[in-house]
């Protein structure tokens, strides 16, 4: 395929890129302080702050679809265009599952049960740095395409495997959790909500980490 001089001075779809990670960091704030509220029974302060997840999270289906629809077929990318949008729906599925959590924590208005309280909001704190650490790892992966610099890259490296142990650390949580689930509470139904709500926080340290794999790949050498 030819490929137009005029392609060479589109601007790179990594800067969008970065918007959207940071539309997700500035989710998770959100996140915990919801979950806070929701624990701690301040159920209105929860809504305002579920609205504004949901807001960021449109922000955010914006930029992801103005990546997919306005890249230029001609452009010249440091990479393979299919694992950078694998690497963008990874990312952006982070979100989708912060907004579900919240979803599942509004099934019940009643509260999360005071028993387990406090192993919820420490599952919730564990998926944090896991999305924190992604606008850090587009921001190294924009330099590090332009420079194909070693260092950068060894810094890309660390920084993965940062996340893949964060997200292994809630990973355990979350197994821990859902033992307690089934041997503390008798009610079939709270058992089934709890369960899928640990699912979802759980799951948005699995697609912290995907994504950071994605990133693997495409600095793999």
């Given at each position: 395929m030819r490929l137009l001089i005029s392609s060479l001075f589109f601007k790179s779809p990594f800067e969008d890129l970065q918007k959207h990670a940071d539309k997700v960091k500035e989710c998770t704030q959100l996140f915990r302080e919801a979950a806070v509220c929701h624990i701690g029974k301040e159920y209105e302060r929860f809504d305002l702050l579920t609205d504004q997840v949901a807001r960021l999270e449109s922000q955010a289906d914006d930029i992801k679809r103005n990546i997919r629809n306005h890249l230029p077929r001609g452009i010249l990318m440091p990479v393979d265009k299919f694992q950078f949008f694998d690497y963008l729906r990874e990312q952006d599925k982070v979100m989708d599952e912060v907004e579900e959590a919240l979803f599942w924590l509004s099934y019940r208005p009643g509260g999360i049960p005071a028993e387990l309280a406090a192993d919820i909001h420490d599952l919730v704190e564990a998926v944090i740095p896991p999305i924190e650490k992604l606008p850090v790892l587009v921001t190294l992966a924009t330099e590090y395409?332009?420079?194909?610099?070693?260092?950068?890259?060894?810094?890309?490296?660390?920084?993965?495997?940062?996340?893949?142990?964060?997200?292994?650390e809630a990973d355990h949580l979350e197994r821990e959790l859902k033992f307690k689930i089934f041997t503390t509470i008798k009610d079939?139904?709270?058992?089934?909500?709890?369960?899928?709500?640990?699912?979802?926080?759980g799951d948005i340290a699995d697609h912290a980490q995907n994504a950071s794999d994605r990133m693997r790949a495409m600095i793999a050498e």
């Open positions: 395409f332009k420079s194909k610099s070693t260092e950068q890259r060894n810094k890309m490296k660390s920084l993965i495997r940062d996340i893949r142990q964060h997200e292994r079939a139904l709270v058992v089934f909500h709890l369960v899928r709500l640990v699912e979802h926080i």
